[in-house]
């Protein structure tokens, strides 16, 4: 069955500086990938997703990420952080067949401070 | 739309009595999610639909727990008698398919319900 990871429970980024969540997946063959952002009292929103083609997808709100089959990996990545970007954020996966929900990691908590 | 609209926003009950959750999903969406989600177990699906029929409820965690959707746009989701354990966030999402597809968008979430079990 496929799973996800994300390593870190919790990440402190300064406002401005560059931010990159890491999401490694479980899964033999192609895997199609979530980003979702939860905003403190909100529901999960869609921020960006990943099914084939150009292994690197643009998002909203300047997020962007990177598909890397080599490591099994799916990073979030912005290159300056507002301070609204304070949230909680969930990599997913569901198998190629797509007969399957989506299955959530964990989900990092990131902090921005001035 | 008014996207995914759960009911209520906040519970808070006393241990042992009946609790029910209430969901109005998309127009349209043919799949219908119930998760719960803690600190301790992030976020678990716990029952979905498809076309108002349950497809997997593995994931419901005890027979307190039941779900129902009577029809396209409403699905309740009951746990009696509720414990303090119970105590999470439930959401509700839902979506036009299964997650894959050229039509695929993931799934749109409600804003959740925080229960509180006291």
């Known amino acids: 069955a496929q799973s996800v990871t994300q390593p870190d429970i919790h990440i402190t980024v300064s406002e401005g500086a560059s931010l990159e969540l890491r999401c490694n997946y479980s899964y033999g063959a192609t895997p199609y990938l979530f980003w979702y952002v939860q905003s403190p009292g909100q529901g999960l929103q869609l921020l960006l997703k990943?099914?084939?083609?150009?292994?690197l997808v643009q998002g909203i709100k300047g997020f962007e990420a990177e598909f890397k089959r080599s490591q099994s990996s799916f990073n979030l990545r912005k290159p300056s952080v507002h301070w609204s970007d304070a949230a909680e954020y969930f990599c997913?996966?569901?198998?190629?067949?797509?007969?399957?929900?989506?299955?959530f990691g964990k989900g990092t908590r990131l902090s921005v401070i001035a | 739309d008014a996207g995914v609209i759960q009911s209520p926003r906040h519970e808070v009950t006393e241990m042992g009595q009946e609790v029910t959750l209430r969901c109005k999903p998309i127009?349209?969406?043919?799949?219908l999610f119930w998760y719960r989600q803690t600190m301790m177990r992030g976020l678990e699906l716990l029952i979905y639909f498809n076309n108002n029929v349950p497809i997997d409820d593995s994931g419901m965690p005890e027979d307190r727990f039941s779900a129902k959707m009577p029809n396209a746009s409403f699905s309740t989701l009951k746990i009696q008698p509720s414990e303090p354990r119970d105590s999470a966030v439930y959401f509700c999402?839902?979506?036009?398919?299964?997650?894959?597809?050229?039509?695929?968008?993931?799934?749109?979430f409600g804003s959740g319900t925080r229960l509180t079990v006291v």
């Open positions: 990943y099914f084939s083609g150009d292994t």
């Open positions: 127009s349209g969406h043919d799949y």
């Open positions: 997913a996966v569901v198998t190629y067949s797509g007969n399957t929900p989506l299955v």
């Open positions: 999402a839902s979506s036009l398919t299964l997650g894959t597809g050229t039509a695929s968008y993931g799934y749109t």
